[in-house]
């Protein structure tokens, strides 16, 4: 694929995550080789305890991996004090959960606002409100607005700050099928139109469908990785 003929985003070696559970020695990662690209969607499949959380937080700079090695671009990441990973998360990374983690106290514009104002080159918010559908809603606080509009104020935040990578956790875990598809195509037109990297991280094999790449992790290894040629547009995704 001519993506990968590009000089990969991130480049993750042997990767490991080892936690002390009292004497017992948890390995959550045991030696994950990961690339990421720019303009790629990658999915992260995995049945729960599998690592892919892990893998983001590691990917995300909210953790170090305890060995192997993590570039970003010529950065090493594995050896980066907590001061330039804050600097690496604030600049490159957005970040979308499950449960949209928006300030409860702020209005869909000014959740947004936070994220821009530590950006060096953030996007304007009223046009990625536009870009939301949520131009109406800029005003309401978070519990005035449904599951799917919360979600899509959090990606809008999220994107704001124009990071490299988008990394999404169970981004439709919360959400029905129409409203999960929304969310989806946000997530692919972020990646095709600005030729960002964007990683999900799900349970759903459904959403593999629309995968540049699928990366299988099982018990805290690669089990396979799958390239899609043809990935389904995120209005076709089902399940
Ligand atoms: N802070 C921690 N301390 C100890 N063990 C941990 C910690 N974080 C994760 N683990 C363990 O590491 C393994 C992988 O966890 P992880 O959350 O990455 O899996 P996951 O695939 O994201 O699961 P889920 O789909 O349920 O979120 C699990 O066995 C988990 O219990």
Redesign the pocket.
Known sequence: MTKHMNKPLIVGTNLE?K???GEVE????KGVNVNLYDSELVVVL????????????IIGGMDRPTRGELYYQSQALHEADSKELTYYRRSEVGFIFQFYNLMPNLTAYENINLSVQIARNPFNIDNLLNQVGLSDRKDHFPSQLSGGEQQRVAIARAIAKNPRMLLC??PTGALDLPTGRQILKLLRDFCQEYQKSVVI?T?NTAISEMADRVIH?KD?NVDYVEENQNPVAAEQVSW
């Open positions: 995550m936690y002390l559970m948890v390995y959550a990662l995995g049945p729960s305890g599998s690592g892919k959380s892990t893998l983001l937080n956790d169970e991280i349970h992790l805290g």
